[in-house]
């Protein structure tokens, strides 16, 4: 054309092309011929057999699925490859005679040969006779769809219908199966179009579709690009457990996408296993330092302690196993491993915080024994309910737990053991409700704590609970002792929410919403708004309407906030939708004292852990205040004033080091700040036998 003088435009044009995702190298599309499954003609079927199944979550079958069925075409179910399952169809050179196979034994019996193998290279040169006078026929040249295998499996798996008939009518369909999103139109969709055409029925009754795992920067594991941390690796170096409960714990088990994260498993071991660990490796020690005094636990199957806080656990651990079997009999994992893991926590961050002086002996051995029992109970409980998703972690705990029971009741593994069932007998929702309002109590205080950058281990006069609910300040009086103790007030006070003015409530208007109505008024009736009484808006809080400048407005047009209208100076306030909660931070230099004294006394429990010392070891320190300003002085007097108490408290006689006293060698040191003074400590001697507890029977 260009030689000629007709070429009238020579250029390129830059489009986006198909390239192999394998080899790189560019693809071209062709039509071919194909064999199809009539798809369409049972499209009611289908949607029909779609609606007696059970998703989890459901809107992948109500959205996802639904809509792709909705649209289903004709099925190709052929590919030109040599490798792969032959299609069954022998057929005349002409397409007019067509014979379609439906076992060995057929197909021996048409073309008089043995049949072996049926991959194409031993079949492919079988021919059947033609009935119509057409010569041969010879098989079609190409294979199944592999998704067309896979749809097959429920039958094939078990070789239906020559054999194990009984067996695949009883597990047909399928009491559950598991797959990713994609197989929305892959495997979920063969399996419902095969035994729609056959059975019209639907091939399972119950499925989860898990989201897929994605590399950390959101996009697809590549093997090639190696985007991914080495999933080997990941489990040797953090265990299988952590990666399962990373995984169960995750938007994957939503059906949602996860950006696969290193660190997220690192989480689990630091977040929930370790703390889980720490709690059982405490009963262990404890348990061993009692037997070392010469008391022997042997649990026993009667919970019957008073014990406010042993009878929580014991119903939180009721109301845990009711709820895991109520979810887990709807496949929903992704309400049942929060839940696990919210009580592992809570048994660390609430049981054994509170009862740390039962469990170390501190209450009497009766009281410590109790605790143990209820503890050991949790342990053993625990190690059932979780075996499904940390199965390694639970046996290892439980193998050792295992040694407290006699012999005769021993099972050789947790995962021989029944999944536990809730005992009635154990829960108490009164004390469950009344926890929960403590711990939300204390973690306000907490927060107040922390907008004033107050210590915890500086005393506060008090803590004071409004509410208007009775019963809620019952709950809390009822728990005062532990909130005294974690919050660091000398007392708790409750009052009825109206009570002394302290809560008053602020009328905030949704103004997108007012200004398409009032228009020109807008201004004038948000003004008006700030005149309105607490009264006036305690009714429109009962009814959800109230005139304001000749208009109504609703719940939809204003909120109601709740602002502490006392003295802010005085005290700190936090307010949730439970409750409102003040401390009193007027400063006091008795209080003051306190919380110095709480400050050495940390120092010297710093130094005994460090040089690894039980509870019972009684140790001599000797102590040096560097400095002589004010600060220095005011530590110096705190422990003059407090030494009988420090001493008690930490089991450890201190001896102030003055120019003459110079020690050559201590056993252990330590120089730390105590309100930015150096406090050095030396461990000079160890009364009595030092227990250093074995590692590997924690």
């Known amino acids: 054309l260009k030689n000629t003088g007709r070429l009238v435009y020579r250029g390129e044009i830059i489009h986006s092309y198909p390239f192999c995702w394998r080899s790189e190298t560019p693809l071209i599309y062709r039509a071919v011929p194909s064999w199809f499954v009539k798809v369409e003609q049972i499209k009611e079927k289908l949607l029909s057999n779609n609606l007696k199944t059970y998703w989890v979550p459901s809107f992948v079958k109500e959205k996802r699925f639904h809509n792709w069925l909705e649209d289903a075409r004709d099925w190709a179910i052929s590919r030109n490859r040599y490798w792969g399952t032959p299609i069954p169809i022998w057929s005349s050179s002409d397409g007019e005679e067509i014979v379609v196979v439906g076992s060995v034994e057929e197909l021996e019996k048409l073309t008089g040969a043995k049949v072996n193998d049926l991959h194409c290279h031993f079949i492919d040169h079988l021919t059947i006779p033609s009935k119509k006078g057409k010569g041969v026929l010879r098989r079609i040249p190409e294979v199944f769809d592999c998704w067309f295998e896979s749809g097959s499996m429920p039958y094939a798996q078990v070789h239906y219908p020559f054999e ?50 994605l590399a ?23 265990g299988a457990d952590a990666i399962r409960l990373y995984l169960f714990n995750s938007a994957v088990v939503r059906g949602e996408p996860l950006k696969f994260k290193k660190n997220g498993v690192l989480g689990i071991v630091k977040d929930i296993f370790l703390r889980w660990y720490n709690v059982y490796r405490l009963f262990v020690e404890n348990v061993l330092l009692a037997e070392a005094e010469g ?98 972690l639970t046996e290892s705990i439980y193998l050792n737990l295992r040694k407290l029971e006699p012999e005769s009741a021993r099972v050789d593994s947790v995962h021989y053991l029944p999944f536990p069932e809730p005992c ?14 403590m711990q939300n109590v204390i973690e306000m205080a907490r927060n107040a704590r922390d907008k004033r950058s107050l210590k915890m281990k500086l005393p506060l006069f008090e803590l004071v609970v409004y509410q208007k609910d009775p019963q809620f300040l019952e709950d809390i009086k009822s728990l005062e002792f532990y909130i005294i103790k974690e919050v660091n007030v000398k007392q708790v006070t409750v009052r009825m929410e109206d009570g002394e003015g302290a809560v008053s409530l602020k009328a905030i208007p949704n103004k997108s919403r007012m200004g398409k109505s009032l228009k020109g008024e807008m201004d004038s009736v948000c003004s008006q708004l700030n005149e309105l009484s607490t009264t006036q808006l305690r009714e429109f809080e009962q009814t ?92 110096h007097e705190v422990v003059v004033k407090f030494k009988d108490e420090i001493e008690k408290k930490t089991n450890t006689t201190l001896v102030e080091e003055g120019p003459g006293m110079r020690v050559e060698q201590a056993l252990a040191e330590s120089v730390s700040k105590v309100h930015d003074v150096n406090f050095d400590l030396k461990l000079i001697s160890i009364v009595g036998k030092v227990i250093h507890l074995d590692e590997k029977k924690c």
Request: hydrophobic residues 40%; contains cysteine.
């Open 164 to 213: 194990n008939k009984h067996v695949f009518e009883k597990g047909f369909p399928a009491d559950f199966i598991a797959e990713g999103l994609d197989q929305t139109r892959g495997w979920f969709y063969t399996l419902l179009v095969l035994s729609t055409a056959l059975f019209d029925q639907p091939p399972f009754k119950n499925l989860i579709v898990n989201g897929l795992v």
């Open 216 to 238: 950390e920067n959101g996009k697809k594991m590549s093997k090639r690009l190696k985007n991914y941390p080495d999933p080997v690796d990941v489990m040797n170096e953090f």
């Open 544 to 635: 959800g309407s109230i005139v304001v400048g000749g208009h109504i407005l609703t719940s939809e047009d204003l909120s109601l906030v709740s602002e502490f209208s006392g003295d802010t100076k005085r005290y700190e306030a936090v307010w949730s939708t439970s409750a409102l909660v003040l401390i009193d931070t007027t400063e006091d230099p008795q209080l003051a004292q306190e919380g110095l004294e709480a400050e050495v006394r940390n120092r010297i429990q710093r130094l005994r852990k460090a040089a690894k010392l039980s509870a019972s070891d009684k140790a001599v320190m000797h102590y040096h205040i560097q400095g002589k300003n004010k600060a220095a002085k005011s530590i």
């Open 424 to 437: 009635h007998d154990l829960c108490y929702p009164a004390i469950e409700r009344a926890v929960e309002r």
């Open 295 to 392: 008391r022997k636990f042997v649990p026993t199957s009667q919970l019957n302690s008073n014990n406010v806080m042993d009878k929580w656990v014991l119903s939180s651990l009721q109301s845990l196993i009711t709820f895991v079997k109520q979810e887990m009999a709807a496949y929903r994992l992704y309400t049942v491993v929060p839940a696990l893991v919210k009580f592992i926590l809570s048994l660390a961050n609430w049981y054994v915080r509170l009862n740390r002086p039962r469990l170390k002996g501190n209450k009497g051995p009766e009281e410590q024994f109790q605790s143990f029992n209820t503890l050991y109970y949790v342990l053993m409980t625990l190690c059932k309910t979780m075996s499904p998703f940390t199965p390694f």
